[in-house]
């Protein structure tokens, strides 16, 4: 790629994006070929990172472990469904991993948690995302009681409506009364630690590549 | 004998030598029998009456010598008995105190003698002896008796043949049948403590089945055993279990509760781990132990407790019924049971459960009884020296082939014990302002938000992170503030998750944590708990956290929790002070950069919350300079400048708090901050009011700062404050102001074109006390003007300044004498202190017995003394008045003597009163005061000394008091005032030959002659008239030498 289609690039997606300054798309463009040029080494031409790929880098960078939850991560980060992350969905996505406003995150996450895209979390969705949240206790009788009380006591914290399903509408008011439920079914967004981490170590002024 | 005394008899832990028994009807029981065998033993067997011990008993008795009479050779302070062994050696032989005796017809005399001592005597003897069989028939003995059968006793005595040893052989025998009485004995009383056993369980689950059933009015849904085989003894656990003590299993269900499966044994009803397969059940306790099965169920289930407060008296009437054949057929048990049960002050239905239980153990008891003492006198054998502590509990276990009614009563008792012996530990008592921890009410009834809590505590404990938040926001939810569900939080266990969280890398948990402990830590004994568990060290390590919204979690926790001293200490000792001050300066650092993160909060906040923690720490001296030192004070100074409401009350509460030191005091001057103090005055908010008038009252201690206040323009809105009495923890805050800042007099003439004097008489009345002392004082410094003395009057302000002085607070009184005082200066305003008897009052508070308002009061006389209208009339009226303010001289207090003086130097103007308190011998007490370095009271002991010169020979009696001397050397003191009076009282005195000598020669005239050329006119008039008369009588004694 030459340096004009770069820059191009560079222009094209820092417009498009409000939580990045030019600088800080450069270096995750760079980022991007970078990880690009690894994968590509292997599996030959492709046009984005897979999901493989990038379940790898979430695992490693981000600290994620939740097979489930990363899938979806993935989901969110690949607009337009081809099963590859392509630059600009890896600038974009980056942008609200990292800088997103509450609203964005919101929307994200719901997105996340929803896991057959019908537009509510359901009971069954929930005891989905959380059957490995308990430890298992050898003299409960039925070790899905736990998880099932505790989908019981997530909708009746965050069902505003009593309808036994979350909407966004209520996932939203439950979540601006109390952030911690924001990632209530999982971890989606990378932690602070591992997100400063990761700021440092990409935003820094880059001597390798200026030139490029 | 031996064995109930060492096994059975109940001796306090006080180790050897000093060890005494028991005062428990248990010992008295066995004290008692030991009486009677003695006492008897004469007659019974008076063979062996005769016999003579190989050491004597001995030991002190309270028994005179007086009390021998038959048989006896008595003198003042020993006795000797008249029979005597075969070596002429007396058997009894008594000299006070100690008394020896050495045969049992001897003992039984003894005890006939004693009469109603008997108890004491014998309980005196037994702890004087402790191992009597030994001394009785010797050593060799001794041992026979401890471990041999009845067989090997027998053996002995067929080997030696002689009369002596088979004597000493039948005592042998006869000790030993005491023994295994008395053992029996104790075992009937102690038999009576019994609480469970196979048929009073088998009891209550009967009664407890007869309720039972759905639908809302029965206790239970149901309730059966596990096992339908009943064993002969009563019991249905396997008898491998029975050997443990466990009778049946239970399986209850309640209405608000799962299934429970519990076990009954003889140390009382727990729950178990439960049924696993078709018979087979989970042995191991799961929970708390019960006394039975009524209170089991009732501290499991609220349901069950609610039904059963309900169905009480019916359940009440049913078990009476039940026990109607039994109280005929066991009338000698049942009276024994109200006197085990008087005292115990439980509920009606646990008491009458306890009689139920008992009365049927004490039946079952009879035929059991020799079984256990059998098994106890063989397992004495095989386990010689077990201690009698084992013996409590366990030697019985291994032999006992079911279930000991015996081994039940022990071990519940050992039960009963550990539990007293944890729940006192839990009520440690502390240190300081606290409230002792209690421990939520066994049976009370629990709401339904207990449980919830309990399940969601569970969940926290086992959950993962998700869990674990869903958990903590589901939490929060609850009403924290109610203590219910504080304490259904510490007493599930939560607690010590909730800190355990705070150690962790999860920033979610840790908020989620905080947010909680921050509710929660407004309960006094919850803090404790935190305290104890080691949170606050956690909690100042989030203090460094780069997240700014835990930063301010953990701020304001520990600001609930440093409520008390040993937190206040850890927060210190574990680095916390210095960090809190750091966190006042993130308010500066604004220039950083803008973070998305979802944890930061505003700069300010932090700051904020970092003054919250601060104020609540500053309560410590300690804290107080390791802020100051951490460089606290700039950044509060820097904060105050602020405008934010929320942020100025913790900052200026700080402040108030610290101003109590002398160094902030200083400081806070130096920083500026009493400016913003006095801006804050006019601040809307009524508690950020009340902390700025609290820190200006600290701090107006100090002049300079007195004018700063004035400067700023600080008077007037502390003024117009006065004028909103409603919030009386501000009126008492400005009020202290206002009084310290009208130390200063251009303050007070500010305050009087405010017109704040007539508004603090108004306060003078209905006002709390805090108020009241600081509008007194305020009125007292104002009064010391002129014109505000005429202002407080015609506002009628003494009436009620007088009405206070019956009060008993001592600050208030102290400021009232001192208000008054100030008023009795205007003569007008005397008349009125007069009319309303105020003197009198005044002079009753000498009497007070806090030297502080003593000594006010003796100054508050002094001005009443000078204004009043035929003073001495008035003085004179008060009846021992005059003796009492004579024998103030006594005080230990300078303040109180100077006082006195003072008063007495008023008293003295008058002729008549002069004369009584010389009477009252005035003249020896304050010539003992002379030698002192006061000059206080040396300036009003002078001024009293020259006062009352004025009658009789007092000034020969000063002289020959030795009082001249130390008065000449008042001269060298620095004080004006010392000078003045002290001339004043030496020229009096001079006017007596040998004290013009005294003074002549102690130097005195150097200094007058000094003092003459002062510019205090009276001053060097006495020094000038002292000096005349030294000079006349030199004059005087040359001319009777020339002529």
Avoid at chain 2, 671 to 693: D, G, P, T
């Amino acid at each position: 790629m030459n340096r004009k289609k770069l820059q191009k690039l560079t222009d094209t997606l820092t417009k498009n994006c409000k939580h990045f300054n030019k600088f800080e798309v450069k270096c995750l463009i760079n980022l991007f070929y970078k990880l690009m040029g690894d994968v590509t080494k292997r599996q030959g031409v492709v046009t984005g990172l897979d999901r493989n790929a990038f379940r790898n880098i979430l695992h490693v960078t981000f600290g994620m472990t939740d097979d489930m939850i990363m899938d979806r991560v993935f989901r969110g980060f690949d607009k337009d469904n081809d099963g590859s992350i392509n630059v600009s969905e890896w600038v974009y996505g980056l942008s609200l991993f990292l800088r997103g406003t509450l609203e964005e995150k919101m929307k994200y996450c719901f997105e996340v948690f929803d896991l057959n895209g019908d537009g509510f979390i359901s009971k069954e969705e929930m005891f989905h995302m959380l059957k490995n949240s308990l430890l298992k206790q050898p003299s409960e009788e039925d070790p899905d009681e736990g998880i099932k009380d505790l989908v019981e006591i997530t909708l009746k914290k965050m069902d505003h409506d009593h309808d036994g399903k979350l909407s966004f509408s209520d996932y939203e008011q439950a979540v601006r009364e109390e952030t911690l439920l924001l990632e209530a079914f999982g971890p989606c967004l990378p932690d602070p630690k591992s997100q400063m981490e990761f700021e440092a170590h990409v935003f820094k002024e880059p001597n390798e590549f200026n030139d490029i | 004998m031996g064995v109930a005394l060492t096994r059975s008899a109940q001796w306090t832990a006080a180790g050897y030598g000093t060890r005494t028994l028991e005062t428990t009807p248990l010992n008295e029981a066995i004290l008692q029998e030991i009486i009677i065998f003695i006492e008897s033993f004469i007659y019974k067997h008076p063979q062996e009456a005769k016999y003579v011990f190989v050491e004597p008993l001995e030991w002190k008795t309270d028994l005179d010598p007086s009390a021998f009479e038959l048989g006896y050779v008595v003198s003042e302070t020993t006795v000797e008995s008249e029979e005597a062994d075969k070596n002429g050696q007396p058997l009894l032989f008594f000299s006070v105190p100690q008394i020896q005796v050495r045969s049992f017809g001897q003992l039984s005399r003894l005890l006939f003698i004693a009469k109603d001592r008997k108890l004491k005597e014998a309980q005196a003897c037994i702890e004087a002896n402790r191992n009597p069989v030994r001394k009785i028939l010797g050593f060799d003995y001794n041992a026979v008796i401890e471990d041999s059968s009845v067989l090997n006793i027998l053996d002995k005595i067929t080997e030696d043949n002689d009369p002596e040893s088979q004597v000493k052989m039948k005592i042998a025998m006869l000790l030993k049948e005491l023994d295994l009485h008395l053992l029996n004995h104790s075992l009937k009383h102690i038999s009576l403590e019994v609480s469970l056993n196979p048929e009073a369980v088998k009891n209550d689950v009967e009664l407890l089945k007869r309720f039972s059933g759905k639908g809302e009015e029965t206790v239970l849904e149901s309730i059966t055993y596990t096992s339908d085989y009943e064993f002969s003894n009563g019991c249905r656990a396997p008898p491998w279990r029975q050997i443990l003590g466990e009778m049946c299993y239970v399986l209850v269900k309640p209405h608000d509760v799962e299934t429970l499966c519990i076990t009954c044994s003889a140390e009382g009803v727990f729950l178990n781990g439960g049924k696993i397969d078709e018979g087979e059940i989970n042995y191991e306790r799961k929970g708390a132990i019960y006394k039975d099965l009524i209170t089991f169920l009732k501290n499991t289930s609220a349901k069950f407790s609610e039904v059963m407060s309900k169905e009480q008296i019916r359940f009440n009437e049913l078990q009476n019924g039940k026990d109607q054949p039994n109280e005929t057929s066991d009338k000698k048990e049942s009276d024994a049971i109200p006197k085990a049960v008087d005292g115990s002050d439980k509920g009606m239905l646990e008491k009458k459960q306890i009689n139920f239980g008992k009365r049927q153990m004490a039946k079952r008891l009879e035929p059991s009884l020799n079984w256990k003492t059998t098994v106890d006198y063989k397992g004495r054998r095989s386990s010689l020296r077990d201690t009698h502590k084992e013996k409590r509990g366990g030697k019985l276990e291994k032999s006992a082939p079911s279930v000991s009614p015996g081994k039940t009563q022990l071990a519940c008792k050992n039960v009963s014990k550990t539990e007293e012996i944890v729940s006192e530990s839990s009520s440690e008592s502390e240190e300081d302002e606290e409230p002792p921890d209690h421990r939520q009410e066994a049976n009370a009834d629990l709401p339904s938000e207990y449980w919830q809590i309990q399940k969601l505590v569970k969940y926290l404990k086992g959950g993962n992170q998700i869990a674990t938040v869903i958990a903590l926001c589901s939490l929060k939810d609850f009403n924290l503030a109610q203590e219910t569900c504080q304490l259904a939080i510490r007493d599930a266990g939560g607690l010590e998750v909730l800190i355990n969280l705070l150690d962790t890398d999860e920033v979610k948990c840790k908020i989620g944590s905080l947010k909680i402990l921050k509710e929660i830590s407004h309960n006094p004994q919850i803090r404790r708990n935190i305290v104890d568990l080691g949170g606050l060290p956690l909690m100042v390590n989030i203090l460094d956290s780069p997240h700014k919204s835990l930063k301010c979690l953990a701020a304001e926790t520990i600001a609930n929790v440093a409520k008390f001293r040993r937190a206040r200490w850890a927060v210190r000792h574990h680095g916390g002070i210095t960090k809190l001050v750091v966190l006042l300066d993130c308010a500066q650092n604004s220039t950083e950069p803008v973070q998305s993160s979802l944890y930061d909060a505003r700069d300010e906040e932090v700051a904020r919350c970092g003054a919250l923690a601060l104020w609540s720490c500053s309560k410590s001296y300690a804290n107080k300079e390791a802020i100051r030192k951490a460089g606290g004070i700039p950044l509060l100074a820097r904060l105050l400048k602020t405008s934010h409401g929320n942020m100025l009350i913790p900052v200026v509460g700080t402040l108030q708090e610290c101003a109590s030191e002398e160094n902030y005091r200083d400081a806070i001057k130096a920083e500026r901050i009493i400016e913003n103090l006095v801006k804050n005055l006019n601040s809307e908010n009524e508690q950020l009011q009340e902390h700025c008038a609290m820190a200006i009252y600290q701090c107006a201690e100090d002049e300079e700062t007195r004018d700063l206040v004035r400067l700023h323009g600080g008077l007037k809105p502390l003024a117009s404050l006065l004028n909103n009495t409603d919030n009386k923890e501000r009126l008492a805050a400005v009020t202290g102001a206002i009084w310290k800042c009208s130390i200063s007099k251009e303050n007070v003439t500010k305050f009087r074109e405010y017109k704040a004097i007539e508004t603090l008489v108004g306060l003078l009345t209905d006002q709390p006390e805090e108020v009241l002392v600081n509008v007194v004082g305020a009125l007292g410094e104002c009064c010391q003007e002129h014109e505000n003395r005429v202002i407080v009057r015609k506002c009628g302000g003494i009436q009620p300044l007088v009405n206070l002085l019956v009060g008993i607070n001592q600050a208030l009184l102290v400021n009232v004498t001192k208000a008054i005082a100030a008023c009795a200066v205007e003569p007008e305003s005397m008349i009125i202190i007069a009319r309303l008897d105020g003197v009198r009052l005044l002079w009753s508070l000498l009497k007070n017995p806090h030297p502080d308002v003593k000594a006010s009061a003796a100054w508050a006389l002094c001005p009443c003394i000078q204004n009043a209208k035929d003073a001495g009339e008035m003085v004179r009226s008060f009846v021992g008045g005059l003796e009492l303010v004579v024998n103030l001289l006594k005080s230990d207090s300078k303040e109180v003597l100077a006082s006195v003086c003072a008063a007495i130097t008023n008293i003295a103007k008058d002729q008549e009163n002069l004369a009584i308190i010389t009477d009252h011998g005035v003249v020896p007490l304050l010539s003992k005061l002379a030698n002192t370095n006061n000059d206080k009271l040396r300036r009003h002991l002078a001024e009293a000394i020259s006062c009352c010169c004025m009658w009789g020979r007092n000034r020969v009696a000063f002289g020959e008091n030795k009082a001249v001397a130390p008065l000449v050397r008042y001269l060298k003191s620095n004080d004006i005032n010392v000078h003045r009076a002290t001339a004043q009282a030496l020229y009096q005195l001079s006017e007596d030959v040998d004290n013009c000598i005294t003074i002549h020669e102690n130097g005195a005239v150097k200094m007058l002659l000094h003092m003459v050329g002062s510019a205090d006119e009276d001053l060097q008039e006495a020094a000038a008239g002292c000096i005349s008369n030294i000079r006349r009588l030199a004059l005087a004694t040359e001319k009777a030498r020339y002529t």
